[in-house]
């Protein structure tokens, strides 16, 4: 009697990254060549062909959207802290009153002082290694520098974080980002250790890493591999290639890239096509069993887990012995800011004396002797250090 044939399970992945048709999707699944089964076998016993196939699955995604969330209503904390009009002379947007931001020439970017993100947890290498407040290097993950910061790191999050929880699923995405935030600024730390450090930016470029590596671990699944490579390679070049401005801090962002870039091998390898298919195929009509992941695979997952673990762990207890990389290394400050005739890469504090004659005070910058006189009715120490900022910045 002829044997009846097995029905085929395609598995398609399309890679569709970046929009238009670029993003990777997990798969859609369908039947090639129907044949009936005879009555003899039990159809219970055969998946349905349509069925969502478990390890492509697509995922709700709700914990990016409430890290954008969370990092707004974080940022209308600070500002509601930083309270512009009582702790400075000037303003910008003041019909906000107390939500207003600080003087354009003190932060560009829209958002508070300095002061106050110090003090709503910013990274700080001195508190952290003389005052043992290691927690500062998670909290400064979910503040922001201003208005611009905020936007610019929510929409890249929002448009890489939520594609990948669709794939991945909420508890994958979610300790990668917070992983890959925690390994750019560990990295950070140990570079730039006289400024303080914010911002979800080590993060996102942690996802960044982890989607070139979930393409390169899971290589043999996907079509149009090259294309989506070369894509993906060039949003990354560009993205890291905007740290060497000033300001800007791409030690946290090659950290959380790099960190990402490794979990991304732990947390997103899936299992091959050939598994799969056998999986949802009639136990009888089974041949040969193959492996759920490829050699390559397993390879890449036990060399990044050592290796993430490793640069974390000696990362973390450099920086508690204090450990200045730029002692080692004399040309990695470049890697951040490369100074030209139109910026300069000098990012030190500022301070200034002050001498004051009734309600005249005259402060003078440290550095350089540039002075201005201004007219204050009992200010408060926020107010001299912000028009110090704008004086000598």
């Known amino acids: 009697m002829e044997e009846p044939r097995r029905p085929e399970i395609r598995l398609k992945v399309n890679s569709r990254r970046f929009g238009g048709g670029n993003i990777i999707h997990p798969v859609?699944?369908?039947q090639s060549s129907p044949t009936p089964f005879p009555a003899a076998v039990n159809q219970s016993q055969t998946p349905s062909p349509f069925r969502e196939v478990k390890h492509f699955k697509k995922w709700l995604p709700w914990l990016i959207p409430t890290f954008v969330i969370a990092d707004t209503v974080?940022?209308?904390?600070?500002?509601?802290?930083?309270d512009c009009p009582k702790n400075s002379v000037s303003c910008i947007a003041t019909f906000l009153k107390r939500l207003s931001f600080?003087?354009?020439?003190?932060?560009?970017?829209?958002?508070p002082s300095s002061e106050t993100l110090h003090k709503m947890g910013a990274l700080d290498v001195s508190k952290v290694v003389d005052d043992h407040q290691g927690w500062r290097l998670i909290t400064c993950i979910w503040l922001h520098g201003g208005l611009f910061h905020l936007l610019a790191n929510m929409l890249s999050l929002l448009v890489i974080g939520i594609r990948l929880e669709q794939e991945f699923g909420f508890i994958r995405i979610g300790l990668l980002y917070v992983i890959s935030g925690f390994g750019g600024s560990l990295l950070s730390a140990l570079f730039l250790q006289s400024n303080i450090s914010v911002g979800a930016s080590g993060a996102v470029f942690g996802l960044l890493g982890a989607m070139l590596s979930e393409l390169i671990t899971n290589w043999t699944i996907y079509a149009n591999k090259m294309s989506a490579l070369l894509t993906l390679v060039i949003i990354i070049v560009i993205n890291l290639a905007v740290g060497i401005l000033p300001h800007v801090d791409n030690f946290a962002h090659l950290g959380g890239f790099f960190s990402g870039f490794l979990l991304g091998f732990v947390f997103l390898m899936r299992p091959q096509f050939g598994w799969v298919n056998q999986r949802y195929?009639?136990?009888?009509?089974r041949t040969g069993a193959k492996p759920k992941y490829k050699t390559y695979q397993r390879v890449l997952w036990l060399l990044s887990l050592i290796l993430v673990v490793a640069g974390l762990i000696a990362g973390l207890v450099s920086l508690l012995r204090g450990v200045n990389l730029n002692d080692h290394c004399s040309w990695c400050h470049y890697m951040s800011c490369v100074p030209t005739s139109r910026w300069s890469c000098d990012t030190d504090p500022v301070s200034c004396m002050s001498v004051q004659t009734g309600n005249q005070y005259t402060l003078t910058c440290s550095d350089g002797g540039k002075n201005g006189t201004y007219l204050l009715d009992n200010p408060n120490q926020s107010m001299i250090r912000s028009l110090c900022s704008q004086l000598c910045r």
Request: glycine fraction near 4%; aromatic fraction near 14%.
């Open 281 to 285: 195929t009639p136990t009888y009509s």
């Open 28 to 30: 859609e699944v369908e």
């Open 74 to 82: 974080l940022f209308i904390i600070t500002m509601y802290v930083n």
């Open 102 to 111: 600080q003087p354009f020439k003190e932060n560009p970017l829209l958002g």
